[in-house]
């Protein structure tokens, strides 16, 4: 396929498969600052894996940081965890395409976090973690929030007008503090209500595209006997 990613998964069983690592290594959002989980778990061959595989593709004129790395992680994590439920809420996307680290053409160098493309609809998707400073988490949602509107944009402006470009952003809280080796059960609550709003659009979303296939569009006909 000739697009230029971190990684394009066809459907979300070859997501889970390539992931699979995140269960491995029972990974945790960890509340510890990125650039001291760097030096916990650089060590894994999937941290390795990621870099080399981010210059091999030459994503960005920019140097990769290491912490970046950590965020792919987190970001495996959420994803997962959204599409086991997309699944059991018995949403088909077979043909669900989940594109990671899409460096944005005529995007400046700018690159979103995952698209999820299916039959004629680009889903863009941008995750980001509350800063430390509590008091500074609303102007993150709101900086995330503009990126990805400037995304969907950019790439709106360069497919066809056929083309339905969404997007969502997700900000979520760290569920585990390695220090005190405890969970943050308040974090873990709030992360998984914001799950649910997002499986919620995933699903509603999917759900739109495929009642406009045109087989479905034959079954909903009305049969009228003459």
């Not at 997501?15 to 989980?37: A, P």
């Amino acid at each position: 396929m000739k697009i230029k990613a971190l990684h394009i998964f066809k459907g979300i069983q070859e997501f889970f498969r390539s992931t699979e690592f995140i269960e491995q290594v029972n990974w945790r959002i960890e509340k510890q600052l990125l650039k001291d989980r760097v030096q916990i778990h650089k060590s894994l061959s999937q941290f390795s894996i990621y870099k080399d595989k981010f210059y091999t593709k030459n994503l960005s004129i920019w140097d990769l940081k290491d912490e970046e790395i950590i965020t792919w992680f987190d970001t495996c994590n959420l994803l997962r965890r959204v599409f086991v439920n997309i699944l059991k809420k018995g949403v088909l996307v077979d043909d669900l395409y989940i594109i990671m680290e899409y460096p944005l053409v005529n995007g400046n160098y700018m690159r979103s976090d995952y698209l999820l493309v299916y039959e004629r609809l680009i889903f863009v998707l941008e995750f980001g973690m509350f800063n430390q400073d509590e008091k500074r988490s609303e102007e993150r949602y709101t900086k995330k929030l503009q990126e990805s509107v400037n995304y969907r944009q950019i790439i709106a402006n360069q497919v066809s007008k056929d083309i339905v470009v969404t997007n969502y952003v997700m900000i979520y809280k760290p569920e585990y503090d390695r220090i005190s080796n405890s969970i943050i059960k308040d974090n873990v609550l709030y992360n998984n209500e914001e799950l649910k709003k997002l499986i919620r659009y995933i699903s509603n979303t999917l759900h739109v595209q495929q009642e406009l296939k045109a087989i479905k569009q034959l079954e909903s006909l009305e049969i009228i006997n003459n």
